[in-house]
């Protein structure tokens, strides 16, 4: 199982204006992206910037206005067991225990309920939440419901991994020990990652490239390779002179774009 | 419904000051159980005595408001006689099949709608229209439809527990969190699975509101409509004593009224709890995140 290659083919996105009568408004302009298959793409740029779009065109809920999206050379679909998408927000069912929210997926998969708790059970013991498999949702803190969200996005083993800004509602040391978690399960699973996010430090430290979007109506303004090897420690990362290069360079493309 | 009065510490020191001192030193108030408890029993006797000191000394007139031991004699009477064996008997049965018959509608026509958005603005307003309606209106029309007995009693359970049911249940439905259902179509769930896994279960809190709240319209609707005309239950009984200045039997009817209607409140709270135990629960761990 290798990650899917993700080509965007001069997709462009109008939205309807929230005021009636008003012409409808261009969120991305014409835009031609490759993601090689397993490679891990950071997206960053100012808000409302079409990052999301890009997101949602991939996952297939919505339909690019013009051009195509294709993953794997085909069109994407809703609920394709193959695509993995993560919020920002956990979206765990709260009548459900932390081990019933993870094997959830795989139930509508219509594996068998044996096999998919024992999945469940493993890759929740991996991102540490092995004592809390039992837990509903209301007892546990924000990371570690964040945790049980990666757990769910991970099981099924997506060949294709959409990722929302999952980590921007943690404090600094939880998102920090999440991400490195994070890597070092993807870095196992090999599939291709589009990781949406606002925060530049993240977006080095974990992904093969990060691409700068322009502010809106949205296009790529700049890319860059992130040549820092793998396994990564990410704590450690954010020492070395190399990382401070990469952040430097970006920055300043970024800045002009987020009108600091 | 007495027994809540007693149930806050402000009700509690103004009714008894004097809080012994080794129990102030502990725990708020509030949170002890065995301080509530005595708590009730303080303002149930003092409520009691006082009407019965009213009534024994004469300051209050005995024809209206009667004494608590006149009522107790006459809940006796009533006992050894038909209030528990028919009367009762009768509501119980009339609420119970009313209830049953439209609360299980009402949920199911609930989900109907809500899979038939169409339909469901069609219908919507005449739903509203029929449930503003008072329902003690339609009593002598239902005897007119359904005559003095039973069923006529039933409807009048069943017309008031279904719309509060079919409410709180449509109320849940549109209460589900769009992120699950946006989860639920990226994870490629289908539409049964959706319903199942991630509708139902975030609609029950707010069907068993439905339930509670449908019982005691429906017990509502069957004493008001036996009030009116009828066989046998509580609200001939009251119509009866009333009409022949029973103070006592009336309120010893009431009585009986309140505790079954306490009774079963408590059932549907432990079936809630058992049901819904997700709900009550509290973080048990802030840390190792």
Redesign the interface.
Known sequence: MSGKTIVLDRVEQYFDSHNPGEPQKQVLQPTSLKMKSEEFVALVGPSGCGKTTVLNMVAGLIRPTSGTVTLDGQTPRVGDSDVGYLLARDALLPWRTALHNVSLPLEVRGVPKKEGGARARKILTEVGLGDFLDAYPSQLSHGMRQRVAVARTLVVEPRTLLMDEPFSALDAQTRLSLQQQFVQLWERVSSTVIFVTHDLTEAILMADRVLVFSARPGRVCAEFNIDLERPRALAELQGTDKFHDLFRQIWNVLRDEVHV | MTAKVGNTPGDLSAVSPAVPEAVRRRKPLSERPEAVIVGWIIVTAVFLGAWEWGGVTGRLNQLFFSRPSAVWGELVLGVRGTLITTDARYTLVAVFLGFTGAALAGVAVAFMLSQMPYLRKVVNPFFTALNSLPRVALAPLFVMWFGIGLFSHVMMAASLTFFVVFANTMAGIESV?Q??L?????????RW?TFK??IV??A?PSIFIGLELGFIFGMLGTVSGEMIVGEAGFGVRLQRDAGIFNTSGYFATLFVLVLISALLAGVFQMAKRRL?R??S?????????
């Open positions: 969190d992120d699950h946006l989860l639920a179509r990226l994870q490629g769930a289908t699975q896994w991630f279960p975030s029950l819904i997700w709900q629960l509290h973080l048990v761990s802030r840390g190792g995140a």
